[in-house]
Structures are given as structure tokens and as C-alpha cells.
């Protein structure tokens, strides 16, 4: 049973069995990796669940071969803080990620002139990254001062693939410029959150409203806005 915080300096540590970690086994990350054992989801989909991930390195099934993996590493965090904004965990054949949503997540940004750099989330197969829990974004002391078009990618995935979920909240970095606002509608298509002009204009009307009622829900469908500003939408019944 692994608990508390395990670093993994060199090589991989390979788990065998669902039950020797749970949301009490955290691993910092090295430049290597977390492996799950080739046959952990023989039995069809698995979900298994650990602390926090830290640093930088890779999580990925062990074992070769063309079968379909089944595997999500559901965790209760990711900290890719500190490190000069150059921290990422991939995600790879065989495994991918969905973050709890008691999860607490922590990225580092910076800006240098025209160089912009983030932690990232990388998934590299065709399986979706699901968000949850809080995401925080932290800009490095010392890093010029972000302008509208500024945008900073923070999760990566396969193109036949796609984010699911949402963050329950999410803590972007001040802006100096009052004219400035953080969007964060880009995290659901790209993966990104980006800085733009602020809209002081209304949306526009939500379009191609749909509603299925069933014995005790009523599911409500409709059309993204076209706003990059629109960063939800917030139902009320009576």
C-alpha cells in the first residue's frame, strides 16, 4: 500500500493491484513515471483512483500489444507548481486522466516579451481528459505583463478525442490593464485559457433550445455562444 507523498527519482513504479493506491498515495514525479500493470483492466473499464501527481513525468499502462486499454486515473489533485512553468505529466497508451472533483489542480504560467510558457496536462491517445475540482493558475514573479491574445494551454489531448466536465472553480492571475478579462471558454475546446478585450456588450441570446422531458428530469440542450467571453450559462426554474 503506498501512502503519503512517493517520489520517483529514477525508473517507474508499476502497480499490480487497484487496491495499492488510493486518494492517499501521491507521487512526485522526476522525469519518469507511473506504471499500472498490462492486465489491471482486463476486466473491462477500471478507474483507479490516487493523491496527488507532482512534477513532471509520465503515467501510462505497462506492457505492449494492440489491445484497448480501459484505464482512468482518476486523481485527487495535480500540483505542477514551481519550476519555472516547465512541469507536464503525459498520459500515456492505455491510460488517461479525469480529475476528481474534490481535486485541487495547480499550474504555473509565465511571460517573457513574446515567449509564453505553461504546465501542461498531456493525454496521448484517444481517450477524453475530464475536469474537476479547482483549477489554479499561478503567474511566476518576475514575468512581463499579459496583453489581450495572450492564451496558455494547460491540457493537450488527441485529436479524436475531447474534455469533458468543468471545473467547479478555476483562479486565473490578475491583470494589470482594467481593459482586460481572463477567458476560460477555450479550456472546453483546446484546453487553454486565454486573456481578451473585455465585452461590454450583452451576449447575445442562447439559440437552438431543446428540452426531453422524462418522469422526474428535464434534460435542456442549446447552441455555444459565439462570445469568447461567455464562460457559462445559469439555469433558474419556477
Not at 529514477?10 to 513515471?33: P, Y
Not at 483507479?48 to 486515473?73: F, P, Q
Not at 486573456?195 to 447552441?223: E, F, Q, R
Request: proline share 3%; charged share 15%; glycine share 12%.
Amino acid at each position: 500500500k503506498a501512502n503519503g507523498i512517493c517520489t520517483i527519482s529514477e525508473g517507474f513504479i508499476v502497480v499490480s493491484q487497484k487496491q495499492t493506491v488510493d486518494e492517499f498515495s501521491s507521487f512526485k514525479l522526476r522525469e519518469n513515471g507511473l506504471r499500472f500493470k498490462d492486465n489491471i483492466d482486463d476486466g473491462g473499464a477500471t478507474t483507479v483512483n490516487v493523491g496527488k501527481l507532482i512534477g513532471t513525468g509520465s503515467i501510462t499502462r505497462d506492457g505492449g500489444g494492440s489491445a484497448i486499454g480501459n484505464l482512468t486515473v482518476e486523481t485527487e489533485g495535480i500540483d505542477l507548481s514551481g519550476d519555472g512553468a516547465t512541469n507536464s505529466i503525459a498520459f500515456g497508451w492505455g491510460s488517461t486522466v479525469a480529475m476528481a472533483s474534490s481535486s485541487s489542480n495547480t499550474f504555473d504560467i509565465s511571460k517573457s516579451g513574446s515567449v509564453l510558457d505553461a504546465d501542461f496536462v498531456k493525454v496521448d491517445w484517444n481517450k477524453p481528459v475530464t475536469y474537476g475540482g479547482d483549477l489554479a493558475v499561478n503567474l511566476l514573479s518576475g514575468s512581463d505583463a499579459l496583453a489581450a491574445g495572450d492564451s496558455f494551454q494547460l491540457f493537450q489531448k488527441n485529436a479524436s478525442a475531447s474534455f469533458l466536465g468543468s471545473f467547479n472553480n478555476v483562479y486565473l492571475p490578475e491583470l494589470s490593464d482594467p481593459g482586460l478579462i481572463w477567458s476560460t471558454a477555450g479550456l472546453s475546446i483546446s484546453g487553454a485559457v486565454s486573456v481578451v478585450v473585455a465585452d461590454t456588450n450583452a451576449p447575445s441570446a442562447p439559440t437552438g433550445l431543446t428540452a426531453i422531458s422524462n418522469v422526474y428530469t428535464v434534460a435542456l440542450n442549446w447552441n455555444d455562444n459565439p462570445e469568447p467571453t461567455v464562460t457559462g450559462y445559469k439555469i433558474y426554474r419556477s
